[in-house]
């Protein structure tokens, strides 16, 4: 039985721009082997007919609905992001008309939910192996504040919202069991988490790696600038002062007052002007450069502390994950090797009891590859390695599953779905 999945994150406002790249594919993703390029053209936005930039967005729903008196704080949740899904087995039973019309029946309850106007974004990605729908929302209270706390401060918020949304999706006809807790959901969560951070991590390099060429441009016009400026000084050291020219007054009482000088002092008071006029220009613009220098480099200490903020966060759920893969494995290698020794058992025990207990054991083999699927994408167990009386429990727990039995190779094999 396939169960209704839904989960939320939050994020701050150095995170969104991380989570715009990896809604809409903004860069090839080095890090999700998951992401098919040849079907991102599939993904589609229930909300938006074209791209949105998210920051700006988030910015405008401030702006027009934020009615709080204090500044909001810089470390304030600007963004929740609702993952909604299921498994293959789900999505390979319904019919593209059916697929969607399950993610906007999704969408309509959190809008419901949690108010329609602080959707921004229904984005459905279907170039993964399973389809999932993230869902952006702002979380603006009735009373116009910004406070995630309001909406998810509850505990039991979340478990809250596992079982009205499995309650709804049931009432439009799919048919779900409830999200549960479990060691799946777990590593499922952790994976995702762990992706994410990479993303961000990854965006948030790039950004940086553009403010310091910035900054090597900036550098560049500040040197150009002092050598100019040293080139001015130079030429006017060599412009004798206004103490050393000959200046002769003539007129006066009846006529207007006027001066003489020779034209030699002439040309160097003009070459003083020039330079004066000169040397403002060159000081302005070096005040200008100076002080975007200052700015830029403020700016890069602190996405630098980002990115090392959100590169340890990684690690740790890296680690975590594989510590719960591990444990997996180990719970995997020893059911196989459980389930070989009672195999021996029942072989010594006499012929009689083999035939139904081959079937058995079939029958716990395929349970274990669909748990394999989910994980791995691969199987433990193929069925041509099985015997007779094994393959028949074999398809019977394909048929309880839901799947269907076809004649492959003179052998009985299970049409398998995509893998997760």
């Known amino acids: 039985m396939s169960f209704a999945i839904i989960r939320m994150q939050k994020f701050k406002a150095p995170d969104v721009k991380g989570m715009q790249i990896h809604n809409y594919r903004e860069k090839e993703s080095h890090t999700n082997p998951d992401i098919d390029q040849n079907k991102t053209a599939l993904n589609y936005d229930l909300l938006n007919d074209s791209k949105i930039e998210f920051s700006e967005a988030i910015q405008r729903e401030i702006d027009e609905r934020y009615t709080g008196q204090k500044t909001i704080r810089k470390d304030a949740v600007r963004l929740c992001e609702f993952v909604v899904t299921s498994d293959r087995d789900f999505f390979d039973k319904l019919s593209p008309e059916d697929e969607k019309r399950f993610f906007k029946e999704s969408l309509s309850f959190l809008q419901e939910r949690y108010g329609k106007e602080n959707m921004l974004y229904g984005i459905v990605h ?39 949304f499995h309650e709804h999706v049931t009432e439009k006809g799919f048919d779900l069991e409830r999200g549960v807790s479990s060691d799946r959901k777990h590593i499922e969560t952790q994976r995702l988490k762990a992706l994410t951070a990479q993303e961000q991590v990854k965006a948030l390099e790039n950004e940086l790696k553009q403010k310091q060429q910035e900054k090597q441009v900036l550098n560049k016009s500040i040197e150009d600038t002092q050598s100019r400026l040293s080139e001015v000084k130079k030429s006017l050291d060599k412009v004798p002062s206004f103490d050393d020219l000959q200046i002769k007054t003539k007129g006066g009482l009846f006529r207007s007052e006027t001066i003489e000088m020779p034209a030699r002092d002439f040309e160097n008071i003009k070459a003083l002007a020039q330079g004066s006029e000169s040397l403002r220009e060159e000081n302005k613009l070096y005040k200008s450069h100076n002080f975007d220098l200052m700015g830029e480099n403020a700016n890069l200490k602190q996405q630098l502390a980002i990115v090392e903020k959100d590169r340890e966060k990684f690690k740790r759920e890296r680690d975590e994950l594989r510590k719960e893969n591990q444990k997996l494995e180990k719970k995997l290698s020893r059911t196989e090797k459980l389930l070989q020794k009672v195999h021996e058992l029942y072989k010594r025990a ?46 019977t727990s394909i048929r309880n599953s839901g799947g269907r039995v076809r004649e492959s190779s003179n052998e009985q094999e299970r049409e398998h779905g995509p893998e997760m």
Do not use: C, W, Y
Request: glycine share 8%.
């Open 126 to 164: 279907r170039d993964e192996k399973t389809p999932h729908m993230h869902v952006g929302m702002v979380p603006i209270t009735n009373d116009g504040k910004l406070a995630a706390k309001q909406f998810f401060g509850k505990k039991t918020e979340l478990q809250q919202l596992q079982t009205k």
């Open 350 to 395: 006499g012929l009689e009891h083999v035939q139904s207990f081959e079937r058995v054991l079939g029958f716990a083999k395929h349970q274990i590859n669909k748990t394999l699927d989910v994980f791995k994408g691969d199987e433990l167990f193929a069925k041509k390695d099985l015997s007779e009386d094994e393959v028949k429990g074999f398809n």
